[in-house]
């Protein structure tokens, strides 16, 4: 159990087009997730944090406007990257922690991570 | 701020070696603390985690200790395979922080040969 997925796992864009990840969890109900980024051989830097039906809140540092999350559902999170630059380009992650039928755990479950390069 | 500080990679070892990746932290109150792998290609797993001082976790011979004194959650394991070369972070998540963020270290590469 406790699955999340991430789709794509790799997307090329043309600089100034705006990408799409969704992040879902499988077989449980996500009541927070949160998304994060990862450059090479280094940490996962938190980006932001959402609650299902509620709006994101995002780390310091972090364009909301460039960074657009979205938590419609408890099993569905979108991370859409607007107007995106080369330097935009990383490999982000989500994960997700809820639980099934009124119970629920603390351990975030994390997707595979979704690779953008920004041509 | 909350901080984990893990020890630099990559750590190259022989099968069936023993394995000592140190973690320590800054924090404030009494984080939980947790170590996920990532194995190539693949998303993070939690591997194991501890909640409160003196608490040993563990999972597939891994191992650590919650040490509040040292402010270290050091994870081992005794005998390694092929199949443990990874990336393994060391994360805390704070006592202060109702939805749980998780602080990571800079993770540490494990490479195995055989």
């Known amino acids: 159990g406790a699955v999340v997925s991430q789709h794509p796992s790799w997307v090329i864009c043309k600089s100034g087009t705006s990408v799409k990840i969704e992040c879902r969890s499988l077989?449980?109900?996500?009541?927070?997730m949160f998304w994060y980024r990862q450059f090479p051989k280094q940490s996962l830097m938190l980006m932001a944090t959402?609650?299902?039906?509620?709006?994101?809140?995002?780390e310091q540092g972090v364009e909301k406007d460039k960074f657009l999350i979205n938590h419609a559902s408890l099993t569905l999170s979108t991370l859409t990257v607007t107007s995106a630059h080369p330097e935009d380009s990383s490999f982000y992650i989500c994960?997700?922690?809820?639980?099934?039928?009124?119970?629920?755990?603390?351990?975030?479950?994390f997707g595979p991570g979704t690779r953008l390069t920004v041509l | 701020g909350n901080s984990v500080t893990q020890m630099e990679g990559p750590v190259t070892l022989s099968e069936e070696a023993f394995l000592t990746i140190n973690c320590t932290y800054t924090?404030?109150?009494?984080?939980?603390l947790f170590w996920y792998v990532q194995y190539p290609g693949e998303g993070l797993q939690l591997l194991l985690k501890?909640?409160?001082?003196?608490d040993k976790g563990s999972n597939k011979g891994f191992e650590a200790t919650y040490r509040k004194e040292t402010t270290s959650f050091h994870l081992e394991k005794g005998s390694v395979q092929v199949s443990d070369s990874a990336v393994y972070f060391c994360?805390?998540?704070?006592?202060?922080?109702?939805?749980?963020?998780?602080?990571f270290g800079a993770g540490t590469q494990v490479v195995v040969t055989p």
């Open positions: 959402s609650n299902e039906g509620s709006k994101a809140t995002y």
């Open positions: 501890a909640t409160k001082a003196d």
């Open positions: 077989d449980f109900q996500a009541t927070t």
């Open positions: 994960s997700a922690k809820g639980g099934w039928g009124g119970t629920s755990t603390d351990t975030q479950y």
């Open positions: 994360a805390l998540s704070s006592s202060t922080d109702s939805w749980g963020k998780l602080q």
């Open positions: 924090a404030t109150g009494y984080p939980s």
